[in-house]
Nanobody
């Protein structure tokens, strides 16, 4: 059974940094695309970043240049390094996974859509104070 467990959230001041981790189990990590999404209270779940098994990376425009997605195959973990944080980055951050080869549209249109992913973590809260 696939499990995704996020960690690393917390309270940080604007301009600060946080690194989120998502530990995966029950899957062949190298054969899955991984994504990060976030959801603020009362809002829809929004795309943040995605990393395909072949290495292609996509970012939401709102986080380009500030956030970096990466993966460690030995630790079976995907990371989201978040720098220059802003109060509008406050949200619950979710990790997601989908097996490579799934019918996903190209670019952020596909990889940035929550319904493209089959597995989700429980989320970790990030709060950025002004």
């Amino acid at each position: 059974q696939v499990q995704l467990v996020e960690s690393g959230g917390g309270l940080v001041q604007a301009g600060g940094s946080l690194r989120l981790s998502c530990a995966a189990s029950g899957l062949t990590f190298s054969r899955y695309a991984m994504g990060w999404f976030r959801q603020a209270p009362g809002k829809e779940r929004d795309f943040v970043a995605a990393l395909r098994s072949g290495g292609s990376i996509y970012y939401a425009d709102s986080v380009k240049g500030r956030f970096t997605i990466s993966r460690d195959y030995a630790k079976i973990t995907v990371y989201l390094q978040k720098d220059s944080l802003k109060p509008e980055d406050t949200a619950v951050y979710y990790c997601a996974a989908v097996k490579s080869g799934a019918a996903v549209k190209s670019g952020t249109t596909g990889w940035g859509t929550p319904t493209s992913y089959d597995y989700w973590g429980q989320g970790t809260q990030v709060t950025v104070s002004s």
